[in-house]
């Protein structure tokens, strides 16, 4: 198993046993091989949910140009709902695994088809 498909399956044991849901597992892939080189970096690979830069940077790189949502009020409480589902205290909060909920949070699967 590859070094990428470890990462997939430490993020679907995330989104299983602190997330609470089960992941389609192909829609998983697809949402970390668009995170690119980022998951293999220790600080990229994660978001820090208590900065709101690092929160501003999802909204505006992730929702806005990846999944072509319009900025809106809506976006900053889906990202303050995925962050709560995570866990606030929840150390590591993978950026696939942040990506992966607001994709499916906004119905945006078609993204990655």
């Known amino acids: 198993m590859g070094k990428r498909d470890e990462l997939i399956a430490k993020y679907a044991d995330d989104l299983k046993n602190k997330c609470g849901m089960t992941p ?3 829609l998983l892939a ?15 690979s994660t978001v820090a949910g208590s900065q709101p830069g690092e929160l501003e940077t999802v909204k505006k790189n992730f929702l806005v140009k990846k999944l072509g949502l319009k900025d809106s009020p809506d976006l900053d ?4 709902s995925v962050i709560e589902t995570y866990g ?10 942040i990506y992966y909920m607001l994709t499916k949070h906004f119905g945006k699967e078609a993204v990655y088809g």
């Open 24 to 26: 389609d597992m192909d």
């Open 30 to 44: 697809k949402v970390t091989i668009g995170c690119g080189p980022a998951i293999y970096d220790a600080d990229a």
């Open 77 to 80: 409480a889906a990202i303050a």
């Open 88 to 97: 606030k205290s929840e150390r590591n909060k993978y950026r696939a695994v």
